[in-house]
Structures are given as structure tokens and as C-alpha cells.
């Protein structure tokens, strides 16, 4: 008998809270809140990519600390998605379980890629 193998490729909407960046279209105005977005946008990469390093390496302080700030931009841009799965990739650090640190951290990472490129649900 043949060996069926299924592959997965899991697809999750990346939300993105339109009331937040419109408050900072407001304070800011058009041109600095493109450049905000720019810088977070740098950040965000900047801090997956440290969060990836932090847990190849079983650094789990490290990678606390880095989840923390990828939380904070996130809240900040209003990605409501990439926020919400770092507060379950977090819960899942304090309850010592690897095997959802691993599925919820491959989420995480799965959706900062796709907030990095800008692939939202419509601003």
C-alpha cells in the first residue's frame, strides 16, 4: 500500500485594528505615519528575527524579553492578529509545554512574516 503524505500549509488572516492607524493619520499626519510604519515594520523583522535566534538557541529569557517587544509593536500598529498570537505563544512559555511553545511559536512566526509583507486584511 502507497503512503499518502499530506501537506499543510496553514493560511491565517493577518488583522490589522484601522481605528489605530487612523488615531496616528491623526497626531502624525500622512508622511510621519508612513515613516512609523517603515521604522516599526524594520523593528518587527529586527525582533523576529531575534526571537528566531533566541529560540534555536533555548534562550527562553532572551526569547520572553523579545516577545514582549514584538507585543508591543504589534499593539502599537493595531495587528491585532500577530498580538493576540504572541500573548498565546507567551502562555504557553509559562506553562513549560514545548511541544504548543513550538506549534504556537511557528504560528507567530508564520503571521510576522506575513505582517512584514504587508499582507493585512485592508487598511
Do not use: K
Amino acid at each position: 500500500m502507497a503512503a499518502l503524505v499530506t501537506y499543510l500549509c496553514p493560511r491565517e488572516r493577518i488583522w490589522l485594528d484601522p481605528s489605530r492607524i487612523g488615531l496616528l493619520y491623526a497626531e502624525l499626519g500622512g508622511a510621519e505615519v508612513q515613516a512609523l510604519l517603515d521604522r516599526a515594520m524594520a523593528e518587527l523583522a529586527d525582533v523576529h528575527e531575534d526571537l528566531r535566534l533566541h529560540y534555536v538557541a533555548r534562550d527562553l529569557d532572551g526569547f520572553s524579553r523579545s516577545l514582549r517587544r514584538m507585543r508591543r509593536i504589534a499593539d502599537h500598529l493595531g495587528l491585532t492578529t500577530v498580538a493576540r498570537i504572541t500573548g498565546d505563544v507567551s502562555d504557553c512559555l509559562e506553562r513549560a509545554d514545548p511541544t504548543a511553545l513550538s506549534a504556537t511559536w511557528a504560528r507567530l512566526s508564520r503571521s510576522a512574516e506575513q505582517a512584514q509583507t504587508g499582507n493585512w486584511n485592508s487598511i
